[in-house]
């Protein structure tokens, strides 16, 4: 079924940038969506980014003009660039791939396929 793999988690101080990537090895008729999750501790997985094959973009709102997810279909790679970090968003980050048609959506039900994760740790 392939895999998603990520990479780019860390350490950062409040304000700060980590920049997270995902190498996507799933057939391009499963992945009409990809996207990325943040899961904070002792909570469920919600939608941070989210991309659709035709290139439509959803963010939360908790991250929008902080975060931006990217693709580079060369590399089979969708990266997340997070900015100004919080606290808040410290946890795991999971790469999504999806079968579904339209916008990609912020539901993780929505997603098939999930890497292992990614830590990201946020100090004050």
């Known amino acids: 079924q392939g895999q998603l793999v990520e990479s780019g988690g860390g350490s950062v101080q409040a304000g700060g940038s980590l920049r997270l990537s995902c190498a996507v090895s799933i057939s391009t008729n499963r992945r009409k969506y990809l996207g990325w999750f943040h899961q904070a501790p002792g909570k469920g997985r919600e939608g941070v980014a989210t991309i659709s094959t035709g290139g439509s973009i959803s963010y939360a709102d908790s991250v929008k003009g902080r975060f931006t997810i990217s693709q580079d279909n060369d590399k089979n790679t969708i990266y997340l660039q997070m900015k100004s970090l919080k606290a808040e968003d410290a946890g795991m980050y999971y790469c999504?791939?999806?079968?579904?048609?339209?916008?990609?959506?912020?539901?993780?039900?929505?997603?098939?396929?999930w890497g292992q994760g990614t830590q990201v740790t946020v100090s004050s």
């Open positions: 999504a791939a999806g079968e579904g048609i339209g916008i990609a959506p912020l539901r993780a039900s929505a997603f098939q396929y």
